[in-house]
Each structure stands twice: as structure tokens, then as C-alpha cells.
């Protein structure tokens, strides 16, 4: 009896202590990323934000580029009393996809982040045109305003420049501003667009405004009003407008206009600080030969 009573208390002793050994590795696998980041051989392709190469090189350490460039923004901000962030707009020029070039995505090789000028870092685009369209793109690494001005509740407006063949009808026009209906994958039914407001700037072109930003919202209200679309440009975003920025110029926001997008996503002006653009110095790529030192040290 006493033998059997040992085997059960030495089998609960193990279990308990297989039990701790498995959540240590899990909270040390889980501060694995952070400690990696935060070594100074990789801290100082990070700050103020890593390129691309760096994100690249990181994913074979298992750090996904969305986490290292999160994780960059915190670290920049610790020990701020008012965190800082990077706010610019950017025209982008035609022939460009505004998503990211993953690895192993090469197919996405002519992206928006690589035709950025020297001294604006690759911070996320909020919101996306397509290849096609040209004009006004807002990048920032303050997920919070990028969010916000991107819900869907009308709340801000894209105003676009639509070149077309020949002149619109009366009834063309009527359709361009009758509310597109769009079905989604997690809607039960159909979402219905507010009314786009549409006016004649020339016989070939008009200016369109909508207060959403559905996939292709612009491109297949002229498609059903059976208009030919030359050119689509965004001229503004919100309290953002395109101005004269040439074609793949980009500059920072000026105060005023980062003060609108703020008090738009409902955001008090004295919670955030922009960073200065563009940055002085290029911040270096990480190499192999560094992460392999960093992970030896960790």
C-alpha cells in the first residue's frame, strides 16, 4: 500500500515539475522576440524604424516584419511622456501596389514602399489605391489615426479626379450617385454605400467624392454608369489634400494638417508628436552575421 502511495506522489511530482519546466520555455519563447529586438547589435537597425532588409532578415529568426516594426514604434516611444510617430502624404504614381513585398511574394516586387523617397521610412500606408489609380496616399506608424480614419462610417471622405472618355450624361451622372451595393464575406447581406457626390469640373472630368472605401468603390461606379475611365487620381483624404506634389514626391504634414487629422479621428493634439521628416541619416540594414551574434548572446 505505502508503495502504491509513493508511485502516485513521485508521478504528481513529476507532472508538477514537467508542468513549470513547459511554462518557463513557453514565457521564455514568448520574451524571446522582445529580448532579441531590444539587443543593441539589432536595436540600431531598428530605431527610429528598420528597412526592409532588416524585417527580411528578422523573419528567419521567426519575428514577423508586422511584429518588428510594431515593436520598433514601442521602443522608440518608452520613457516618452507624449508618444512620437512619422506622418506624411505621398503621390503615388501609376503602376504601383500598395501592399507590401513579403518574402516569397516577389510577384509584388513594384510597390509603393519602394518608390519612396530617401529619408521617409517604410512606414504602413493607411488605406490602399490600386495599381492604376495615381494621387494621394497618407503614411504613418500610428496604427490608432490610421484606423480610425479608415472606419467605414462616412465620418471621412476621398475626393478623386476621374478622367473619362467623352461626356457623361445626365443619366450617367445620376448612377455615379446612386449608392453601390457590395457584398462581403462576414456581411449577411449586402452593404449599401452612402450616395457619392459627383460634379462636372470639365467634359472629361469629374470630381467624385465617396464616404467609403470599398474595393474599387470609384472604378465600378463608372463601370456601371458605363463610362470609359482614362485616368483616376485621389486629390484628397479626408483633411488631407494632394496640392502640387508631383508624382512620387512625398512631404511631412504640416502641423495644421496633422492637428485636422487628429481632432477627425477624434484624438486630442496633445497626445501625439510627429517625428521630423525626411531623417537625416539612413538607418543601417541588419545583416546575417549580426543576428547570428545577437541570438549567441541572448
Known sequence: MRTAISFVFA?????????????WF??????????????????RCLLPYPSARTA?????????????????????????????????????????????????????????????PAGFPRVAAAGRLDRDTVGLLLFTDDGSLASRLLRPDGKHS??????????????????????????T?????????????????????????IFEGRHHQVRRLCKRARLDLVDLERVSFGPLHLGSLAPGDARPLSDDELRACLVAAGISPGHRAQLVLPLAA?????????????????
Request: aromatic share 6%; charged share 30%; proline share 6%.
Open 11 to 23: 508521478g504528481i511530482i513529476i507532472i508538477i515539475i514537467i508542468a513549470v519546466l513547459l511554462f
Open 26 to 43: 513557453r514565457r521564455r519563447e514568448a520574451t524571446r522576440p522582445r529580448r532579441l529586438l531590444s539587443h543593441p547589435r539589432i536595436l
Open 56 to 116: 527580411e532578415v528578422l523573419t528567419r529568426a521567426g519575428i514577423r516584419a508586422k511584429a518588428t516594426r510594431r515593436l520598433a514604434s514601442r521602443l522608440r516611444n518608452e520613457g516618452l511622456s507624449v508618444p512620437a510617430y512619422f506622418y506624411f502624404v505621398f503621390n503615388k504614381p501609376r503602376g504601383r501596389v500598395s501592399q507590401r513585398c513579403e518574402v516569397g511574394k516577389r510577384w509584388m516586387s513594384r510597390t509603393v514602399y519602394d518608390a519612396l
Open 158 to 183: 476621398k475626393v478623386y479626379e476621374a478622367r473619362i472618355r467623352g461626356r457623361a450624361t445626365d443619366d450617367q451622372l445620376a448612377s455615379l450617385r446612386f449608392p453601390l451595393e457590395d457584398a
Open 185 to 209: 464575406a462576414n456581411a449577411k447581406l449586402p452593404v449599401v454605400t452612402t450616395p457619392a457626390r459627383v460634379e462636372r469640373l470639365a467634359p472629361d472630368l469629374l470630381r467624385i467624392e
Open 282 to 298: 539612413r538607418v543601417p540594414d541588419l545583416t546575417q552575421h549580426a543576428l547570428d551574434a545577437a541570438l549567441g548572446e541572448i
